[in-house]
């Protein structure tokens, strides 16, 4: 059994406005995985992220850090850091660098370990160049990289990526995928909320559905793109890859196996089946 670094348990969240936002939401996640959650504009990905990372103030239900509950919000940003859709909304410092280190400074280290986090961090991320630039100049791509280096700079266990690949090029997605490998690698966990189902069907190790405020749905990636009725219903589309591989199985172009996750096994699965033939 592995290890379950976060449980939810019984968790609902109503807006001061009334809003409604998550109904009696139960999940849990494992320790170094990269779990992607869908659901149309207003599903409550957003909230639900805001509620785990403590933005938000839980009344109704509990949140379990490593198998312990941990009420106070200040104590779950400490494990828990998020990302923002927009990476300006995070963004308060003058320049680059000094973005980066807010939070370690914030956290009273010494300034050696400080700088010795800030410099790995922002060769990680590829922004060394930028180190005294204003963040509010930079281009959108780039101001991404500074948001994901400020959180990585503060160390936590569990990352939360809002929306991130909306509004990166095709590069920068691939370069935000390099990099999330890499903390998974350092054995941090990935929550990640996203509409893009081609990103996820590539990178998940697990997927969740949320439509309007409740979990609906469960599983892995080829398990939930497999559920017709519940991309409908989360107004979801299918991966590219899975469709293409559903359509030359059905016109016996290929041999049933090894569903493709990406382009490389894509064109293995073709060459394979070109040998065959
Ligand atoms: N600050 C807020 N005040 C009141 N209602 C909100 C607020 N933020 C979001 N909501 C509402 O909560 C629901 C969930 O929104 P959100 O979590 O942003 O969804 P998603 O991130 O999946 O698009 C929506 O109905 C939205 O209108
Ligand atoms: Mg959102």
Known sequence: MNDIILQ?????????????????????????????????NGAGKTTLFQCLNGLLKVRQGVIR????????????MQFINIVFQ???DQMIAGNVFD??????????????????????????MN???????????????????????????M??????????TAGLDARQREELIETMNHL?????????STHDTDFSFRCADRVFVLHQGQLVGEGSAEEIFSLADLLEK????????????????????????GLPHDMKEFSELLNNNQHEQ
Do not use: W
Not at 65 to 76: A, F, M, S, T, Y
């Open 184 to 192: 998974v690698n350092e054995g941090r966990t990935l929550l990640i």
């Open 127 to 153: 922004i060394e160049h930028l180190r005294n630039n204003p963040p509010h100049f930079l281009s959108y791509g780039e101001k991404k990289r500074v948001a994901i280096a400020s959180i990585l700079s």
């Open 86 to 88: 927009n990476a300006e």
């Open 234 to 257: 989360a107004n979801l589309a299918k991966p590219v890859l899975m469709e293409v591989y559903e359509k030359l199985l059905k016109y016996s172009y290929i041999k049933p196996g």
């Open 8 to 40: 939810v348990e019984n968790l609902s969240f109503t807006y001061p406005n009334r809003q409604c936002a998550l109904i009696d939401i139960n999940f849990q996640i494992e320790k170094g995985k990269k779990v992607f959650f869908h659901g149309a």
């Open 99 to 124: 973005e980066v280190a807010f939070g370690p400074v914030n956290r009273g280290l010494p300034k050696e370990e400080v700088v010795k986090r800030v410099e790995q961090v922002m060769r990680q």
């Open 65 to 76: 850090l490593n198998g312990q509950i941990v009420k106070n919000e200040r104590e779950r």
């Open 155 to 164: 160390e936590q266990e569990m990352i939360l990526l809002d929306e991130p």
